[in-house]
């Protein structure tokens, strides 16, 4: 089956700097998403990107699919920005299919 | 904005019990999911359901799991007989399915097996 691969695995930054997280998929997909799972363990949207760059605030994301893989860009990170930030990718089986996650890169915003 | 809603929050229960773990996935979403996510590992996918019916399910879904939507609104997700193993975070998960196929996920069920 697909390989979702996500690095770095963990990150610590200081408050305000930037930070780019990486998504490496081994096959064509139909979806792709990004996701911040908080210290509550909630799984929060941050986007929806099969393909092309999207921003909402200091976040940015760019998958390029041709390549297999996606980018999560945050920028001026703040210390409500830690937890768990996980990709998802849809397979081409069919249309409403399974998410499969990567591992997941653990950011650390430190004061 | 509408989301999913899970209950319970947490549940603990003993081997052996049924638990059954409830959700209201988001009104004109049409494909519905069950996710579980064992403590600090990645998140896994469990069954999908569409059209009142199962449209795929994993090998972590074996007799012992089973989903059922009731009514017009619920789905849940039920498990006949737990095993320590069975402790996790369940996500209930929804998607429209027309225009978009982005899943939105609801706050989780914390199933603790003692």
């Known amino acids: 089956g697909i390989q979702v691969e996500q690095s770095p695995p963990d990150l610590i930054l200081q408050e305000g700097a930037n930070s780019t997280l990486r998504c490496n998929f081994s096959d064509s997909v139909n979806n792709l998403q990004w996701f911040h799972q908080n210290p509550w363990g909630q799984l929060i949207n941050l986007f929806y990107i099969p393909s092309g760059t999207k921003q909402n605030g200091r976040l940015s994301a760019t998958t390029v699919a041709t390549e297999r893989y996606s980018l999560l860009y945050i920028s001026s990170s703040q210390t409500t920005d830690s937890g768990v930030y996980f990709c998802a990718v849809e397979v081409p089986d069919n249309q409403g299919g399974k998410l499969i996650f990567g591992q997941g890169t653990e950011l650390s915003v430190k004061p | 904005e509408p989301e999913v809603t899970q209950t319970p929050s947490h549940q603990v229960t003993q081997m052996g019990q049924e638990v059954i773990l409830r959700c209201v996935p988001i009104?004109?979403?049409?494909?519905f999911y069950w996710y579980r996510q064992i403590l600090g590992q990645k998140v896994e996918f469990l069954v999908s359901?569409?059209?009142?019916?199962?449209?795929?399910k994993s090998e972590i879904f074996d007799d012992q799991f089973s989903v059922e939507r009731p009514d017009g609104s619920n789905f849940t997700l039920k498990i006949r007989s737990t095993k320590l193993e069975d402790s996790a975070m369940y996500f209930c998960a929804s998607t429209r399915g027309s225009e978009t196929y982005e899943q939105y996920f609801g706050p989780g069920t914390r199933l603790t097996v003692t």
């Open positions: 359901f569409y059209n009142n019916e199962i449209s795929e």
């Open positions: 009104s004109n979403h049409l494909y």
